[in-house]
C-alpha cells in the first residue's frame, strides 16, 4: 500500500526527516477540546495524548518519541471501561427515575448517561517494541476510522524501515566478502611473488 504524506499535528519536523503522517483525535467525547495528536515519518513515531479522570478531567499528557528501528509490531484494539460503564447505568437508571418529576433534567441527564456509555468502548493502538514492551494509546470509538488510518500508515513506515535494514545489512555483508575476497587474492599474489623470488635466487655452491 502507498504511503501518505499529511501531517496536521504540532510536531516540530527534524532535520532530513520525510514521508511524515500526522493526525489528531479525541480522547473524550466529555472533553472534545482535549485532543491526542500522532505522527509517524521516515524515522520516528511520537505522539502527545491528555490523560482524564473518568473521561472528563484533564489528569496531565502522556507524550513521547520512539525510532522507527525500535518498534516491533503495530495493533489496534477496542477496550472496556467498566468504571465508565457503571456511570452510565447510574445516570441512566437516576434519569429514568427522574423522569415523572422534572423531564428537563431527566433527559439531560438520560444523555449524559449515553455518553458515558460510549465512552466506555475507548478504541487503542498498541505499539510493541523488541524487547515485548507495549505502549497503548486509547481514543474515543468515533475516530476509529482514523485511528485504523493511522495504524497502517505507521505499519507502513515500519516494514519499510525493517526492509532497508535488510537491505543495509545485505549490502554490508556483500562488502565484507568482497574485502575479504581482495584480501585473500593479494595474499595468494604476495605468496606467488615471494615463491618466485625463491626460485630465481642463485643455489650457494657447495665445496666437494
Known amino acids: 500500500m502507498s504511503e501518505t504524506e499529511t501531517n ?10 520525510s514521508n511524515v503522517y500526522g493526525d489528531r483525535f479525541y480522547v ?10 500522532m ?3 521516515s524515522t520516528r513515531f511520537v505522539y502527545k495524548v491528555p ?25 489496534t484494539s477496542s477496550k472496556f471501561r467498566i468504571g465508565r460503564a457503571l456511570i452510565a447505568l447510574a445516570l441512566v437508571w437516576f434519569g429514568l427515575s427522574l423522569f415523572s418529576k422534572n423531564a428537563f433534567s431527566a433527559f439531560i441527564i438520560l444523555l449524559l448517561g449515553i455518553v458515558y456509555a460510549v465512552t466506555s ?15 497503548s494509546l486509547e481514543v ?21 524501515d525493517k526492509e532497508q535494514v535488510r537491505h543495509d545489512e545485505a549490502q554490508n555483508l556483500r562488502m565484507q566478502q568482497t ?23 642463485p643455489q ?5
Open 140 to 160: 474515543t470509538i468515533l475516530d476509529r476510522a482514523k485511528l485504523e488510518r493511522f495504524r497502517q500508515e505507521l505499519q507502513n513506515r515500519v516494514f519499510a
Open 121 to 135: 468502548f475507548p478504541m487503542a493502538l498498541s505499539v510493541q517494541n523488541h524487547a515485548g514492551g507495549t505502549t
Open 179 to 201: 574485502m575479504l575476497q581482495q584480501m585473500q587474492l593479494q595474499q595468494m599474489q604476495m605468496q606467488n611473488q615471494q615463491a618466485q623470488q625463491n626460485s630465481q635466487t
Open 39 to 41: 505522527m509517524c515519518s
Open 8 to 17: 496536521s499535528t504540532d510536531f516540530l519536523l527534524s532535520p532530513g526527516e
Open 204 to 208: 650457494p655452491l657447495q665445496d666437494e
Open 28 to 37: 473524550s467525547i466529555l472533553a472534545p477540546y482535549l485532543k491526542a495528536q
Open 51 to 75: 490523560n482524564t479522570l473518568l473521561g472528563l478531567i484533564p489528569i496531565g499528557t502522556n507524550e513521547n518519541t520512539m525510532p522507527m528501528s525500535g518498534i516491533a509490531a503495530v495493533s
